[in-house]
């Protein structure tokens, strides 16, 4: 545990050192959570389990998604955190996720809040496939967190693909889980208003096979469809504001490439779907840090991807798009990264595609969160200046 500075009333260090003795003598690694005091004031709150968690209600407007989207700001994803693949959040080198680091985020001008989250450490691995109630809780602070700074928030299933891959043969073991999953957080969040919208899947995919990042196979984007429904399906059941919530819809991978676009399936057709794509454009720069950024031809690739992207979603099927992860490694000169940063989001938003900037505190950072400071100060503040102007 590292950086974690923690307050509490006595009986609460007395719990904490009990339970990390009782992790102790078990073989299985327990996930440590961060404290949490409840300062400042929140809007039409209310109480509704033994959790200590406060609830945000709010409302869903009968608004369209393009409305929704047209409202929110450029985003940051809250990278390699709750999405460790682990018990122990802390593995992927960044502390636990904390107000500061979200006042941080908000404080700079960042309008939306994307939360990675991997579940499948802290849910059942049997029917009926129960989440972890303190995990849940911690998820959902972070979540509260950014409501009250007035950002729109984002929450995802992240990295489950190791279970949940769009595998044929797969599907009737998967979609109940799955299903469960989503039943589960939509339950505890069903009070909350349209600013919080669900992701049901990221980047979903078959890991290893030959297609992974080219849109799969028919087969499995078929599938992939038949998942999507599952969870737009459980969400819906579950009633309250759950009923019309905005969800966020990803293609295969959230690729972008013809037949991952064309054969995603909006499922029953719902009208509050928006599509999530990523798209680290162009591939070799922005992911591999292997090529320079700036001519002419790399600006003229970059709008022909999103005018095609542009014309697929929101001329053809009308429907609207978030650019849910994009960026550069920090590898690229600065020069570039600045450069690529302020001609990415200016095109992205002249064509209506709402991009959500990646950072993982390592190859992608911005915000050291372990000390609140931006090394990236720069490049955050073109991303957003960018998106004012």
């Not at 959790?51 to 700001?73: K, N």
């Not at 928006?274 to 070799?284: G, K, N, R, V």
């Amino acid at each position: 545990m590292k950086n974690l500075k923690f307050k509490a009333a006595p009986y609460l260090i007395l719990t904490l050192i009990l339970s990390l003795i009782f992790a102790c003598s078990n073989s299985e690694p327990e996930i440590v959570f961060i404290s949490s005091d409840s300062d400042g004031q929140q809007e039409e709150q209310s109480t509704d389990d033994d959790s200590g968690v406060e609830e945000i209600a709010g409302v869903v407007r009968d608004i369209s998604s393009f409305e929704l989207v047209s409202e929110m700001g450029v985003g940051w994803n809250l990278g390699n955190s709750f999405d460790v693949e682990d018990r122990d959040k802390t593995l992927w080198n960044n502390p636990l996720p904390s107000q500061e680091i979200i006042d941080q985020v908000s404080e700079l001008g960042f309008k939306t809040l994307r939360i990675p989250v991997t579940w499948d450490y802290h849910l059942g691995e049997t029917a009926p496939y129960v989440l972890e109630e303190e995990y849940l809780d911690e998820v959902q602070k972070i979540v509260n967190y950014g409501l009250l700074n007035d950002m729109f928030v984002i929450l995802d299933t992240h990295h489950e693909e190791s279970w949940a891959g769009p595998v044929p043969e797969n599907f009737d073991e998967v979609s109940p889980r799955m299903s469960s999953l989503w039943t589960q957080i939509a339950e505890r969040f069903k009070n909350y208003g349209d600013k919080l919208i669900f992701e049901p899947l990221n980047e979903p995919r078959v890991i290893g096979s030959p297609n992974e990042w080219s849109g799969g196979t028919a087969a499995e984007r078929t599938i992939l469809n038949d998942l999507h429904r599952v969870c737009q399906e459980a969400i819906r059941a579950t009633g309250g504001n759950n009923t019309n919530r905005h969800l966020l819809i990803s293609t295969y991978a959230a690729s972008t490439v013809p037949s991952a676009m064309d054969d995603l399936v909006i499922p029953n057709n719902d009208s509050n779907v928006i599509i999530s794509l990523h798209a680290y454009f162009p591939f070799l720069f922005a992911l591999e840090g292997q090529e320079s950024w700036g001519t002419e031809s790399d600006r003229e690739d970059l709008r022909q991807e999103f005018d095609r992207i542009r014309n697929k979603w929101i001329v053809e099927e009308q429907r609207p798009i978030i650019l849910g992860e994009w960026g550069a490694v920090v590898q690229n000169s600065l020069p570039e990264r600045l450069d690529y940063a302020e001609f990415y989001v200016t095109e992205a938003l002249e064509r209506d595609l709402l991009p959500i900037v990646w950072d993982d505190g390592g190859n992608f950072i911005l915000l050291n969160r372990f000390n609140l400071f931006w090394p990236n100060l720069q490049v955050a503040e073109t991303i957003i200046e960018a998106a004012n102007n």
